[in-house]
């Protein structure tokens, strides 16, 4: 496969631009709304959360054009959400569905990289969120494990 053809598959139709960018808005809207109706109404974390959100679910809609790069952006935003967040949200949902468009998508050895920066993920997270609240052992592996 050349390599334009593994940055941008062929086949992607118009009406799946539509699918997947109704996808994207919905999870950005579904990931920032209730931050907005609850808790944050008036703190200066909400333009944080829909920021870091908007990161996470917003390349979505690259999902069969480039997943790649929709890998690539979505591992930024989530960098910045590991860094700049006390905590997770919402915008998390992306992560498995950037996992199932890289692995459906994207051909050979290029499909594992969506392993690795989960798996880097899926420890960096729970490690940074969650450190000194858990009671015991047992709840960070818990919590490893469901990231993973």
Request: proline share 9%; charged share 5%.
């Amino acid at each position: 496969m050349s390599k334009p053809d593994l940055l941008f598959p062929p086949g992607a139709t118009q009406r799946d631009w539509v699918a997947d960018g109704i996808l994207a808005v919905s999870l950005t809207l579904l990931s920032i709304v209730p931050y907005a109706l609850l808790q944050y109404q008036s703190s200066l974390v909400l333009p944080l959360i829909a920021f870091v959100s908007a990161a996470m679910t917003l390349p979505l809609v690259l999902r069969r054009h480039a997943p790649l790069l929709m890998l690539a952006l979505v591992t930024l935003g989530a960098t910045w959400h590991l860094l700049l967040m006390p905590g997770p949200t919402v915008s998390l949902v992306a992560i498995p569905i950037v996992a199932y468009s890289v692995a459906r998508w994207v051909p050979g050895h290029w499909a594992r990289s969506v392993l690795v920066v989960g798996a880097v993920g899926s420890v960096l997270g729970p490690l940074s969120w969650f450190r000194g609240t858990s009671s015991s052992p047992n709840s960070d592996i818990l919590f490893w494990g469901a990231c993973l």
